[in-house]
């Protein structure tokens, strides 16, 4: 009896041994993945498509309330680049001082006023090294031209960019397709991949925009013949709000009318995506837009993903 109550603390010892040699070896295994993956994780590019919502609201949505909690929205989530959507000239230099960003874009009518498409980044890591705004229309080129019974002139804001920190240059074009013409949000979608064909074809490239269309619609699928959808090949499965991306201020799922989405993230096969997530920024019934941003850590190839 004696010898077997000593030889107890001997067994746990050792089958505590073996249990820290087993963790260990996981612990070394999970180390060896970071490692491996290293590389990437240190040049993700944590990219977003928000559509900021014009400061046409009262208290407690109007724009000198939302925009601390859009800067918070940003900042937690580490956005730094940023394709944006509704974006007037006030609240562009709102955000730009607040988050101390850079941004380049410009506005949808004539005079090149209205509604901007601009994209911000962070200047300590991105330089612009060309960019362009073209118009959703017979005529691109042409400041407030609009066509197909469009709402509304709708334009594409795109630029080459330089990141500094893998010296890789890419492009990032963003987009608001038109609310009420199903014609113009299609013929649309067409002006903007036959003008981009090329960037597409030379360079990694990032899409974002509002497209006032699911999945299932035809600007989404031509936009697909072309590109992926961020969200379907991530590497890790979709994080956050549910599907929908428009939430026009309701918390309660039940009172909002759009139950897929319609923001979007697409890149091209020189684009890896770790992650892929629609940031559900309501905090005591609050929100900082009525629409949801979406967001991927993506990294930059150098060769075609296979």
Known sequence: MNFSFRMKPVVLMIAAAAALSFVAALDLSGAQVSKADAGAEKNLIHVATYNV??????????????????????????????????????????????????????????????????????????????QETFWLSDNPGTPGSSSWDSGCPRICTWGLLLDRRTNQRFVIANTHLDNRSAVARIQGINVLLTRLAPMIEKYPFILTGDFNSTADDMPVRRVLGVLRNARDVSETDHYGAGDETFHDFHENRRERTHRKPIDFIFVNNRVRVLSHGTINDFRNGLASSDHFPVTAEIVLLDEPEK
């Not at 909690?69 to 955000?95: A, C, H, Y």
């Not at 004539?110 to 330089?127: I, L, M, Q, S, T």
């Open 53 to 130: 919502r014009g400061p046409s609201d009262r208290a407690p949505n109007a724009w000198r309330d939302r925009l601390p909690r859009m800067v918070k929205t940003i900042r937690d989530n580490r956005f730094e680049l940023i394709g944006t959507q509704e974006t007037l000239s006030g609240p562009i230099k709102d955000l730009a001082a607040s988050l101390e960003f850079n941004y380049f874009g410009i506005g949808r009518d004539k005079h090149k006023g209205d509604e901007h498409n601009v994209v911000f980044y962070d200047p300590a890591r991105f330089d612009v090294i060309s």
